[in-house]
């Protein structure tokens, strides 16, 4: 049985300049609280530091987990904010040792390589990479053909962003979009600040 209080030892030590995600953990230790044994293959687009990483190794025991990120913007940004989360997304995760597997890259070029790979489908994939509508379009459509039935996927900030954001710029009619096409395909399981969704067929 899962005990909350587990997760103050798991993040214990580790290194963090941010924290974005762990606003979601009880969602996710609710929807989650019966796949703790059958999530094995777990697939994260945009990474940072590595604390939702952790979370997945944690909390899915038996699962490994495919990391992509453009980490240092690519490797043409000079913001040094960027070039230190690699370093801390490796010191955090090198525990963990051959449960993660690190995608350098932009997640155009990473989930292409993936897909053309015929890897097999993964049984949870976490979209939280650029937080531009049209290149949540793009992950979104690609990561699909990385599941299959039983996937699980959660989307990041569907309820993120300001009133007068610049459309481009707010993920949730990137999501909407996306389920208009293949909504049909799966089961919301959660929805609020993410959604969280089941590919049913």
């Known amino acids: ?16 300049s941010t924290d974005w995600t762990s606003g979601n953990f009880p969602n996710w230790c609710r929807v989650f609280a019966d796949r703790r044994e059958k999530v094995t293959r777990i697939l994260e687009v945009g990474s940072w530091e590595g604390r939702s990483a ?3 190794l944690e909390f899915f025991r038996n699962a490994s987990i495919t990391c ?5 913007g690519g490797g043409t940004s000079t913001n040094p904010a960027l070039h230190l989360a690699e370093a801390r997304f490796d010191k955090n995760t090198k525990s963990y040792g051959a449960r993660v597997t690190k995608i350098a890259a932009e997640s155009v ?9 015929k890897v097999e489908p993964f049984d949870l994939i976490y979209v939280d990479g650029s937080h531009f509508r049209d290149d949540v379009v793009i992950d979104s459509l690609m990561m699909w053909r990385l599941s299959a039935p039983g ?20 993920v949730k009619a990137a999501i909407d979009y996306f389920l208009s096409l293949y909504g049909k395909q799966m089961a919301i ?9 089941q590919r049913i067929a």
């Not at 992509?68 to 240092?72: K, Q, S, T």
């Open 151 to 170: 996937t699980i996927v959660i989307w990041d900030d569907y309820e993120g962003g300001r009133p007068d954001q610049a459309p481009e710029t707010r």
């Open 68 to 72: 992509i990120d453009a980490f240092a």
């Open 54 to 56: 952790i979370f997945f």
């Open 109 to 117: 070029v990473a989930l292409h390589d993936l897909i053309k790979g």
């Open 189 to 197: 399981l959660h929805r609020g600040y993410q959604i969280i969704a």
């Open 1 to 16: 049985m899962f005990n909350p209080t587990e997760m103050e030892f798991w993040f214990a030590g580790k290194d963090f």
